[in-house]
């Protein structure tokens, strides 16, 4: 049945756990199979088919020029999502797509683009496996031979003893190659281009998610100037590979304060999406008429949510409500208790259903949201000729238009309020 379809596809786990640069080389096959099923399950909305055509362009090199390009989000506004929707539609294409990972160092994202690239080509192409293990190889220990021969001038130390110290430190992990820079990164990425071509791929795009990770590791102002060089020089260059970041829009606003040409590198190939464009106060009303139209549910959709509830779960929802809930996350907790309602009672969702359910916590939404909310409903002058009433304004933060009231008085059981 097409409602129950629905259903499976609302209670998967909302979240997706970004998997750590080192399992793109150590478990490549969990790492496809879990963003598979998240991929399989996205439904786009806005403008993201044309931002997948327009990578597409770029990277497949029908555009002259290297690809560079970033999504813009908070938290819970699907940004990791989006770059798993990016990553299997371009690897449908024959793009050699690296999914999104998290990443705390520079060297780590060559592990993570070395690691996927072998996965993929090991079975068909063992041999072009092989030669991206050298060459990852060879970019490793020219940046640790670039750091012996430094630490030796600096100290007049011997160069073979430091640069087999450093050798055995990265090794066991408790050394890391801060050497490695954006360009050493693109020129790796442009060779993996070239050795991959005979196995059929247009190109390579890397998908770099959370930056305020690294952040935390390497400091602000190191992984800030990391992606303006990393986009500084994929404008200067030409070929087919690119990279797409995923930012928070607080990182991005301090980043952009710092390198002011920022916003006009990531801007420069036609790829630098805001969620929060998408998931405005249509978005619930938006995402519901996709869901009917994709499990078939027109005649159904009226009585399962009526469009004042939709109204509602849109201004509560909305990326620019921020201080009551987590955008779309919110949005699809609600439309999971919706129909769980429905399947319960056969009778649409209203504005009062989605307050009962924010109360009892059926509903992700910011605590604040349900702490003002029982706060005027223990008011003295709540009773029990206009709680109602009461709950229906509450589902309207931003207000109730006076069209909607009129529909309101004739279809609503508190008339007199």
């Not at 199979?33 to 909305?45: E, G, K």
């Not at 609600?334 to 209203?350: A, G, H």
Request: charged residues 25%; negative net charge.
């Amino acid at each position: 049945m097409p409602l129950e379809d629905l259903d499976l596809i609302l209670k998967k786990d909302p979240i997706i756990t970004t998997w750590k640069s080192q399992s793109l080389y150590d478990n490549p096959l969990d790492v496809e199979r879990n963003y598979l099923i998240h991929a399989r399950t996205h439904l786009s909305l806005g403008d993201t088919e044309r931002i997948v055509s327009t990578i597409f362009k770029w990277v497949s090199g029908k555009n002259q020029g290297a690809f560079v390009g970033a999504v813009l989000g908070d938290y819970g506004e699907g940004k990791t999502s989006f770059l798993v929707h990016v990553w299997e539609q371009s690897s449908n294409q024959n793009i050699l797509s690296v999914p999104p990972f998290e990443w705390s160092s520079f060297d780590q994202i060559l592990s993570a683009i070395s690691g996927w690239a072998q996965y993929k080509l090991q079975t068909t192409h063992p041999d072009l496996a092989i030669k991206v293990k050298r060459s990852f190889e060879f970019y490793r220990r020219k940046s640790i031979e670039d750091i012996a021969k430094s630490e030796a001038t600096r100290t007049g130390g011997d160069y073979e003893a430091i640069l087999n110290l450093y050798t055995g430190a990265l090794e066991n992990g408790t050394f890391r190659l801060a050497s490695v820079d954006a360009k050493k990164i693109l020129d790796f990425v442009k060779d993996i281009t070239e050795i991959i071509s005979p196995a059929g791929y247009k190109g390579v795009l890397v998908l770099l998610d959370e930056p305020e990770v690294a952040a935390k590791e390497l400091g602000n102002d190191t992984v800030q100037l990391f992606i303006f060089d990393l986009a500084n020089e994929l404008n200067l260059r030409q070929g087919n590979y690119g990279v797409f970041l995923s930012m928070p829009a607080a990182f991005y606003a301090t980043a952009s304060a710092k390198f002011s040409a920022l916003t006009a590198r990531l801007q420069n190939r036609g790829c630098f999406p805001r969620l929060g464009d998408i998931y405005n106060i249509n978005f619930a009303e938006t995402l519901w008429k996709r869901y009917a139209e994709e499990f078939k549910l027109e005649d159904l959709s009226q009585s399962v949510v009526s469009d004042i509830t939709l109204s509602a779960i849109g201004q509560a929802c909305s990326s620019d409500r921020r201080d009551l809930s987590y955008g779309p996350r919110s949005v699809v907790s609600t439309f999971r208790r919706m129909v769980d309602r429905y399947k319960e009672t056969n009778q649409p969702y209203q504005p009062q259903n989605f307050i009962e359910d924010v109360l009892d916590s059926e509903i992700m939404v910011r605590p604040e949201y349900r702490t003002k909310i029982r706060t005027i409903l223990n008011s003295p002058d709540i009773n029990d000729s206009n709680i109602e009433a009461i709950k229906f304004f509450a589902a309207f933060p931003s207000g109730v238009k006076q069209e909607i009231l009129k529909f309101v008085e004739y279809d609503l059981p508190f008339a007199h309020f």
